[in-house]
T-cell receptor
C-alpha cells in the first residue's frame, strides 16, 4: 500500500537557519503530495501541495518539489523564524485511495 | 468565512460507552473526512464522505462509523469504547476531495 516516510526529529534550529525536512513516499499510481503543519493546540493547516512530477509547491517561504525519480518531496525554507515551530506532516493522496500521512517532524526554532 | 467546527472540544467517556462527534464543514464543501491522531500511531485516516456517500474507509474496526447529512454536516460514532480509542479526532472538509483539506481543531476523546 501507499506509505510516507519522513525524518521524525525533533529538529532544533536557531532563528534564520536553513531548514530541510526529508520526505519520501511509496505509492501506486500518480499521487498528489502535500505538506501540512500543526501548530500547538490546533488542527492541521495545508502548507503546500504538488500534483505532478517536477511541480514546486510554495507558501510562506516554504518550498517543496515533487521528484518522481527519487520519490521525494522534501520541505525547505531558507530562513526559519520562531513562529515556524510546529509539527510538519508530509502526506499523499492517490485517486480512489486513502489519504496517507507521514509520522510528522517536530520543529523547534530557538531565538 | 467560518472554518470547520468540531464539537465537543473535549470528551471523557467510560469504557464500553459509545460516543458521537460532530463536524460542520466550511459552507459549500461537499467532502468531509475524519482522522484519528495518537502519539503512537500518528495520523490515521478513518473515512471520507462526499455528498452523503462514504467513498473511502480506513483500516478501523466496525465500531467506528460515520455519516454525512444533506447539509454536509457529518458525525462519527464509536461504540463500545476501548482505552485505546483515546485520541484527538480531526475532521476536515474540502470542496473537491482533492486533498486540499481545511481541518477543524479536533475533539479530544479520553476513555477511562
Amino acid at each position: 500500500g501507499n506509505s510516507v516516510t519522513q525524518m521524525e526529529g525533533p529538529v532544533t534550529l536557531s532563528e534564520e537557519a536553513f531548514l530541510t525536512i526529508n520526505c519520501t513516499y511509496t505509492a501506486t499510481g500518480y499521487p498528489s503530495l502535500f505538506w501540512y503543519v500543526q501548530y500547538p493546540g490546533e488542527g492541521l493547516q495545508l502548507l503546500l501541495k504538488a500534483t505532478k512530477a517536477d511541480d514546486k509547491g510554495s507558501n510562506k517561504g516554504f518550498e517543496a518539489t515533487y521528484r518522481k525519480e527519487t520519490t521525494s518531496f522534501h520541505l525547505e525554507k531558507g530562513s526559519v523564524q520562531v513562529s515556524d515551530s510546529a509539527v510538519y506532516f508530509c502526506a499523499l493522496l492517490t485517486y480512489g485511495q486513502n489519504f496517507v500521512f507521514g509520522p510528522g517532524t517536530r520543529l523547534s526554532v530557538l531565538p | 468565512k467560518a472554518g470547520v467546527t468540531q464539537t465537543p472540544r473535549y470528551l471523557i467517556k467510560t469504557r464500553g460507552q459509545q460516543v458521537t462527534l460532530s463536524c460542520s464543514p466550511i459552507s459549500g464543501h461537499r467532502s468531509v473526512s475524519w482522522y484519528q491522531q495518537t502519539p503512537g500511531q500518528g495520523l490515521q485516516f478513518l473515512f471520507e464522505y462526499f455528498s452523503e456517500t462514504q467513498r473511502n474507509k480506513g483500516n478501523f474496526p466496525g465500531r467506528f462509523s460515520g455519516r454525512q447529512f444533506s447539509n454536509s454536516r457529518s458525525e462519527m460514532n464509536v461504540s463500545t469504547l476501548e482505552l485505546g480509542d483515546s485520541a484527538l479526532y480531526l475532521c476536515a472538509s474540502s470542496w473537491a476531495a482533492d486533498g486540499t483539506n481545511t481541518f477543524g481543531s479536533g475533539t479530544r476523546l479520553t476513555v477511562v
